[in-house]
């Protein structure tokens, strides 16, 4: 069964100090993994989709990155505005389209 | 323009009663999917739909019944609701069932009394 394990679980940083989150996975067969932003209140908002190892996707102060067993979600110089829930999903492949979810890092940065 | 809309946001209601949510999108998309999430934030889906067709139905009770009227569509009917059942529901959409960039609404809280 496909699992999906994120650390840490929670993460407070101070504006401008880089952090990384990590996203490990056992799948059979990745179609996908996919980073997510949730705010309080608010559904899941889509951030990237990375396909194979060695792959890296940018976004404003977010990076991501992938290798055959984990993904890292680079912060660089966050500010409270960034402030959020971040999901890691994968996509294995299969018959059907199934997001397997992880529990999500709650990262707060402050002034 | 909300690309994945649900009503309602939130929901009170006892136990033993029904009830239904609703989900629409805009975004012409061809896979519409139910997850549940609970107090400990954790997204697992329930239900995937492509084109009016089932195609996962997880581990749900059969309590849980989702109808897909037309492809824009789908709605998530629920009996005999139990303490359980109080979570946050979302739907989401994708452009089809192998290409899974899914957008999700905002949710609907279900608290059930």
């Known amino acids: 069964e496909d699992q999906v394990t994120q650390s840490p679980e929670a993460l407070r940083l101070q504006e401008g100090e880089s952090s990384s989150l990590n996203c490990s996975y056992t799948?059979?067969?990745?179609?996908?993994l996919f980073w997510y932003r949730q705010d309080p209140g608010k559904g899941p908002e889509f951030l990237f989709t990375l396909y194979s190892a060695g792959e890296e996707k940018e976004k404003e102060r977010l990076k991501a990155t992938l290798t055959k067993k984990e993904s890292f979600l680079h912060i660089t110089a966050p500010k409270p505005e960034d402030s959020a829930t971040y999901l890691c999903?994968?996509?294995?492949?299969?018959?059907?389209?199934?997001?397997?979810f992880g529990t999500g890092t709650r990262l707060q940065v402050t002034l | 323009d909300t690309a994945v809309s649900q009503t309602p946001k939130y929901l009170v209601t006892q136990m033993g009663n029904d009830k239904s949510i609703k989900c629409e999108q805009n975004?012409?998309?061809?896979?519409m999917y139910w997850y549940k999430q609970d107090s400990k934030k954790f997204l697992k889906i329930m239900f995937s739909?492509?084109?009016?067709?089932?195609?996962i139905n997880e581990t749900v009770p059969n309590r849980f019944s989702p109808k897909s009227p037309d492809k824009a569509h789908l709605n998530l009917h629920i009996n005999s609701l139990e303490l359980g059942d109080s979570a946050v529901y979302f739907c989401?959409?994708?452009?089809?069932?192998?290409?899974?960039?899914?957008?999700f609404g905002q949710g609907t809280r279900l608290t059930v009394v």
């Open positions: 739909y492509n084109n009016k067709e089932l195609i």
């Open positions: 999903a994968v996509l294995h492949t299969g018959t059907a389209s199934k997001l397997t």
């Open positions: 799948v059979s067969g990745l179609r996908g």
């Open positions: 989401a959409s994708s452009p089809g069932d192998r290409n899974t960039e899914a957008f």
């Open positions: 975004l012409g998309h061809d896979t």
